[in-house]
């Protein structure tokens, strides 16, 4: 495929591969010169899940703390 620099040195990735890597306005590239290839990568934000967990300190453990939650079986 090919595409073409503008004045403003923009360029638009052919939807064919912005559908492929699913793309859509607003994503985030990261672009970077290796090896004399210009690289874009998708950039992958950290998962909020993984930001929080291990957050709260649990003493008596896992296990301990869903029984006391549950109650008694």
Do not use: F, H, N, W
């Not at 607003?26 to 970077?32: A, F, I, Y």
């Not at 008596?60 to 029984?67: K, L, P, S, W």
């Amino acid at each position: 495929m090919k595409t073409t620099v503008s004045e403003k040195g923009q360029i638009t990735i052919p939807k064919a591969l912005r559908e492929r890597l699913g793309l859509r306005a607003g994503s985030v590239l990261e672009v970077e010169e290796k090896d004399g290839q210009l690289v874009a990568r998708r950039r992958v934000e950290r998962d909020p899940v993984d930001a929080v967990y291990g957050v709260i300190e649990v003493p008596q453990g896992t296990d301990a703390a869903i029984d006391e939650l549950r109650g008694p079986r």
